[in-house]
C-alpha cells in the first residue's frame, strides 16, 4: 500500500478521503492546508499548513489535491510542480478498459466511463456521472453529480459541468466555461462563459 498525502480538507477533501479509504490502495499519512498553523499530529496522521509542501517529499509518497474549485485546484498543481499524484477510482465506478485516466484525478461512486476516454490530470468526475465514449476532459475539469457526456465531447482545462447537465455529441467546451446545473448544451462554448438554460445560452 502507498502513502499518499492529501492536500485540502474542506468538504471536497471529506470525499477523496473516503473515496481512498474504499478504494483500499492508499494510506493517508497526512493533510496538508493553510487553515493549519503548526505541525500537529491525530489520529495516525499529521496536519501541516501548505506552504510547508515541499517539506513532506519523500521518495514513494504519492500527493492528491483535494480541493473542489477548479481554478484553485489548477494553481496549487502548478505551485507543486511535477511531484507523483495517486488516482482516486471509488470502487462502484465503472471504467472502461480503454479508458486513461491521468494522475492526481478522482473517479467518484456509481460513476461510467465509456470506451476510448481520455480524463486528464486533477480532473473530478463526480458521483453518478455518465462520460461516454471517446470524450476528452483536460487538466482541473469538473463534472458534477449526474451529468451525462456525450461520445466524442472535448472539454477544456478547468472547464465546470454542473450537476445533472447534458453536453450533446461532439460539442467543444471552452477552458473556464461553466455549464449550469441541469442545462442541455448544444453548441461549443466559449472560454470563461457561463452558459444556463434548454438550450444553454450564455449569460
Known sequence: ???VIIVGDGGH???????IEQQGEYAIIGILDNKYTSYEEMDGRFMAPFDDFEKFQEDGT???????DNKVRAEVAAKMGNVPY???????????KTAVIEPGSVVMPV??????????KHVIINTGAIIEHDVIISEAAHVSPRATVTGGVR???????GAAAVVNPGVVLGEFSVIG???VVTRDTDEFGTYVGVPARKL
Request: positive net charge.
Open 155 to 161: 472539454i477544456g482545462r478547468g472547464a465546470h459541468v
Open 181 to 183: 446545473a441541469g442545462a
Open 86 to 96: 495517486a488516482t482516486v477510482i471509488h470502487p462502484t465506478a465503472i471504467v472502461s
Open 62 to 68: 504519492l500527493w492528491f489535491i483535494a480541493i473542489g
Open 111 to 120: 460513476t461510467v466511463i465509456q470506451p476510448d476516454c481520455v480524463i486528464g
Open 1 to 3: 500500500m502507498k502513502n
Open 13 to 19: 477533501s471529506k470525499v477523496i478521503r473516503e473515496c
